[in-house]
T-cell receptor, first 113, second 115 residues
Framework: QKEVEQDPGPLSVPEGAIVSLNCTYSNSAFQYFMWYRQYSRKGPELLMYTYSSGNKEDGRFTAQVDKSSKYISLFIRDSQPSDSATYLCAAVNYGGSQGNLIFGKGTKLSVKP | DTGVSQDPRHKITKRGQNVTFRCDPISEHNRLYWYRQTLGQGPEFLTYFQNEAQLEKSRLLSDRFSAERPKGSFSTLEIQRTEQGDSAMYLC???FGTGSNQPQHFGDGTRLSIL
């Protein structure tokens, strides 16, 4: 079992829809979580960065962490065709002094005009 | 802020050749990470530096791989005697500070294709 699991999709929605992207993780020691957006042939771009349980909102994006169920979510409101990309969730491997990220496989999102 | 820069963007080489990639982190970022990403997968950690010191290597980093960051600024990743399985996107990321919880910012990667 991978430490961070993510449904690869693909997920296709009409423009304006609310998108829900989800990940689960297995290591209860994870405390910091990130969502990245990756366009084709580009590097991951940091979207959201959260610590511990709760919600964090930034414009049309809301990140949610539920540590009791080890569940991470990203919601996109009023989705746009420009949101079409692969979305990667990641947890910080905080063991020792590493700090490297452990990623899910990514969910490919397509927003149709 | 010019972002993380990687060079070249794409490298095509024959099996058995050596290749070297370069990463220039965001100015004043003292942590630098290398990851590898294959098609349909998330990035996987290879190694990281704090300033010029290489502090961690993953089991993915075989002895054919070597990374350096001689002056604590740019870094190079060399792969010797390339194999088909080395075909991937090699990503570099940097972060500021000594804490493991600082957000990492990625470059656009070097795509390696082995013929």
């Amino acid at each position: 079992q991978k430490e961070v699991e993510q449904d690869p999709g693909p997920l296709s929605v009409p423009e304006g829809a609310i998108v829900s992207l989800n990940c689960t993780y297995s290591n209860s020691a994870f405390q910091y979580f990130m969502w990245y957006r990756q366009y084709s042939r580009k590097g991951p771009e940091l979207l959201m960065y959260t610590y511990s349980s709760g919600n964090k909102e930034d414009g049309r994006f809301t990140a949610q962490v539920d540590k009791s169920s080890k569940y991470i979510s990203l919601f996109i409101r009023d989705s746009q065709p420009s949101d079409s990309a692969t979305y990667l969730c990641a947890a910080v491997n905080y063991g020792g002094s590493q700090g490297n990220l452990i990623f899910g496989k990514g969910t490919k999102l397509s927003v149709k005009p | 802020d010019t972002g993380v820069s990687q060079d070249p963007r794409h490298k095509i080489t024959k099996r058995g050749q050596n290749v070297t990639f370069r990463c220039d982190p965001i100015s004043e970022h003292n942590r630098l990470y290398w990851y590898r990403q294959t098609l349909g997968q998330g990035p996987e950690f290879l190694t990281y530096f704090q300033n010029e010191a290489q502090l961690e290597k993953s089991r993915l980093l075989s002895d054919r791989f070597s990374a350096e960051r001689p002056k604590g600024s740019f870094s190079t990743l060399e792969i010797q005697r390339t194999e088909q399985g080395d075909s991937a996107m090699y990503l570099c990321a940097s972060s500021f500070g000594t804490g493991s919880n600082q957000p990492q910012h990625f470059g656009d990667g070097t795509r390696l294709s082995i013929l």
